[in-house]
């Protein structure tokens, strides 16, 4: 503590000065004392408030972050979500990103256990985990219903739905026309987006570059579920002297006669092309059946051919890049996924569905010319990262890649408009 003291004449007043000082040292004294005493009893100072807390995550190596974006995660009941992981596909599947987003946002730090402080509400609704019986794929005519039921249970007992009609509520759709929630094309068409959804953000994997009714939703494209151990065990097993000896590589549904029993052509016909040209083609390496070993013989190839399937996307895609084989992506206007952190259009070939017969010259074309550059490009780790869910949030992941891209979308967040409104006012 700085005392001020005032400049008195000694001489002409030397016992008044006298008495001053003693005064002083007194009224000194008191002060001293008691300023200690408060300082040593004294409660501290208050901790910063929830917002001030808040964990920011780090920067993308572009420069961007997640600013002081928050979720709120439903708590629902079972059904909806944690009775469909008793079959052990639920959470391994292609269509598992739905699983593995909600798991890595429970432990994420932009959770918010208070409501009123969340810019985003996930919604964890399993639709891709009811494997038929049949066929063993999954069967998602149950999805509509599901979604309906747990929209009617978070809107009687919370205000947040009703008060934006899910404006800044959160799905997951991870097959095969996303938002549509069929797997076939002309059917999902036809149903459209539920109206219920239509205001809401959809994370889907389904995404193309033309109009299209399964994508008029605001929406996120996403990859594919890919798990991250069995990429991480692909590498591992690689011999000491492992060589990439297989030119092209595809392994997967290829028919003979493209049209099936429901008299719909698969692929647009674009894989039963694939397979009639180049089945004699020794430098291409195409099967028809399942193997479950068959990452190591992506992790051995040059070129790994992506067609579309029903729907233009594909595993296939993250697998490639996440095992250093270069994509072929065979989908005309596919949307591809978290495109401000994968730089595509370095790291894959694209080759239109039409040009399919002349593979062979635009692969040699490559080998000619730039084969090595999109290598290089492709071992980049972030790129990699970028398109794996991992069970918890890691900067530069496919989760933070989705949080980072719902935070470009504050624009629809309540709790940020009212922030925003606040500070203009302030100002």
């Known amino acids: 503590m700085k005392l001020q003291t005032h400049n008195y004449n000694y001489n002409n007043n030397k016992h008044g000065s006298a008495s001053f000082y003693k005064w002083l040292l007194c009224i000194s004294l008191t002060l001293y004392f008691s300023t200690s005493y408060l300082i040593t009893t004294s409660p501290p100072p208050p901790s910063p408030s929830p917002q001030k807390q808040r964990t920011l995550f780090e920067s993308t190596p572009t420069g961007s972050s997640l600013k002081n974006l928050r979720v709120f995660i439903y708590d ?114 036809a149903d459209g987006v539920p109206e219920i959804m239509k205001k809401s953000i959809v994370l889907q994997t389904f995404g193309v570059t033309y109009k299209h009714p399964c994508q008029e939703v605001e929406n996120v494209v996403i990859p594919p579920y890919v798990s991250p151990e069995s990429v991480r065990n692909t590498v591992e097993k690689l011999p000491a002297n492992w060589q990439r000896d297989i030119w092209v590589f595809f392994r997967g ?36 059946h399942r193997f479950t070993g068959y990452q190591s013989e992506i992790a051995r190839s040059v070129f790994c051919l992506c067609p579309l399937g029903w729907a233009p996307w594909s595993p296939r895609l993250v697998e490639s890049v996440a095992l250093g084989c270069v994509p072929v992506i065979i989908a005309d206007g596919i949307r591809l996924p978290f495109s401000s952190a994968v730089r595509w259009p370095e790291i894959s070939l694209t080759v239109a569905e039409r040009d399919v017969g002349k593979l062979a010259e635009i692969l040699e074309r490559v080998v000619a010319t730039n084969l090595s550059d999109i290598q290089r490009n492709l071992w980049d780790p972030m790129t990699k990262k970028a398109l794996l869910f991992n069970e918890r949030v890691q900067v530069g992941d496919a989760t933070w890649q989705v ?14 408009s009212r922030v925003s409104r606040q500070l203009d006012f302030a100002t």
């Open 76 to 189: 629902l009941p079972s059904k909806y979500n944690a009775d469909w992981l008793s079959n052990e596909r639920c959470r391994t599947h292609l269509f598992a990103s739905e699983v593995a987003i909600h798991k890595a946002l429970l432990s994420s730090h932009v959770r918010t256990f208070d409501p009123y402080d969340a810019d985003f509400f996930f919604v964890p609704v399993y639709v891709s985990c009811n494997f038929s019986t049949v066929n063993g794929f999954p069967a998602i005519g149950h999805a509509r219903s599901l979604i309906s039921s747990a929209v009617k249970l978070i809107s009687d007992h919370f205000p947040f739905w009703n008060r934006s009609q899910g404006r800044d509520h959160v799905f997951v759709a991870s097959h095969d026309f996303g938002s549509c929630f069929h797997t076939l094309e002309d059917v999902a068409i």
């Open 403 to 416: 949080l980072r891209s719902l935070s470009e979308k504050l624009d629809r967040s309540l709790r940020s």
């Open 253 to 288: 549904k290829m028919e003979v006669h493209p049209k099936n029993v429901s008299g719909r052509y698969y692929s647009k016909k674009v894989r039963t092309m694939i397979w009639r040209k180049f089945n004699g083609d020794r430098r291409f390496y195409l099967q028809r």
